[in-house]
C-alpha cells in the first residue's frame, strides 16, 4: 500500500502553486514503464555510459548537460510521460513535471533536457538524481553486487531515509533511482496505467517487497 501525503505549498516551473509532500508511513520503489501500450525512450549509448560514470565516480567532465534519445514502440501508440526503464535515467514528460512540480523534483537533483532523435516538439526532462544518502541497512539487507552494487533485497534504517525527497541514491547501488512513496502516488495519479512500481522496502511488516525489483 502506498504512504498517504497532505498539502504543504510548492511551486511549478511556470510558478503555479501546487501540493504534496510527504506526512506519515517509509515506502522506497523502484519505477519503469508499464507494459502498457506506449512509446518509449531509448538513450543514446554514448550518454548513457557517461551518465554511468558519472553516478558512480562522480567526476564534473562526466556530468551530462543532455540526453539523446530516440523513441521506439508502435508509431500508434501515445509517447509515455514517464518512458525510460533505465534504473539511473528517470525521465519525465513537461506535462508530469508541470503538475507534479519542479521544485519538489529539483530537491533530488536537476533537471536537463532530453533531445529527441526527429521529435523537436517533444519536451522531455532527465531527472539526474544527485542526492545520494546512506540510509541502507547493511546488517539486514542483501550484499551488494560487485559489478554494479545491485542490492536485491534492502532494509533501510527509518531515521535516515530522505522522506522529504522525492528521489535518492544510495552509495552502495549509485546507478540507481530510488523513488519516495508519497512521489510514486503522485506520479502514478498522474500518468495512470504507465508506469510500474515495484516495492523495494516499506516499514509496514505487512508489505510484500517485489521478488526481483531491478530484473527486466
Known amino acids: 500500500m502506498m504512504e498517504r501525503t497532505r498539502s504543504d505549498a510548492t511551486t511549478n516551473m511556470d510558478g503555479d502553486v501546487m501540493a504534496d509532500m510527504p506526512e506519515r508511513g517509509l515506502a522506497v520503489y523502484r519505477l519503469l514503464p508499464s507494459l502498457a501500450e506506449y512509446q518509449q525512450l531509448d538513450p543514446n549509448r554514448w550518454d548513457l555510459r557517461r551518465l554511468k560514470r558519472w553516478q558512480r565516480l562522480g567526476a564534473d567532465e562526466d556530468r551530462p548537460d543532455r540526453l539523446r534519445a530516440e523513441w521506439m514502440g508502435e508509431r500508434r501508440w501515445p509517447k509515455g510521460d514517464f518512458p525510460s526503464g533505465y534504473p539511473g535515467a528517470p525521465v519525465l514528460s513537461r506535462r508530469v513535471i508541470d503538475r507534479f512540480g519542479a521544485e519538489p523534483l529539483r530537491a533530488a537533483g536537476s533537471l536537463v533536457p532530453v533531445e529527441i532523435d526527429g521529435a523537436k516538439g517533444d519536451e522531455y526532462y532527465l531527472l539526474l538524481v544527485e542526492q545520494v544518502v546512506d540510509c541502507l541497512d547493511l546488517r539486514r539487507s542483501s550484499k551488494p553486487k560487485k559489478v554494479d552494487g545491485e542490492v536485491k533485497k534492502a532494509v533501510y534504517r527509518t531515521d535516515a531515509v530522505p522522506v522529504r525527497l522525492p528521489a535518492f541514491r544510495l552509495p552502495q547501488f549509485p546507478g540507481a533511482v530510488q ?38
Open 179 to 216: 523513488w519516495n512513496g508519497w512521489a510514486v502516488e503522485r506520479l502514478i495519479d498522474l500518468t495512470g496505467d504507465e508506469i510500474e512500481a515495484r516495492l523495494l522496502w516499506s516499514e509496514d511488516p505487512a508489505a510484500v517487497p517485489h521478488s526481483d525489483p531491478w530484473g527486466i
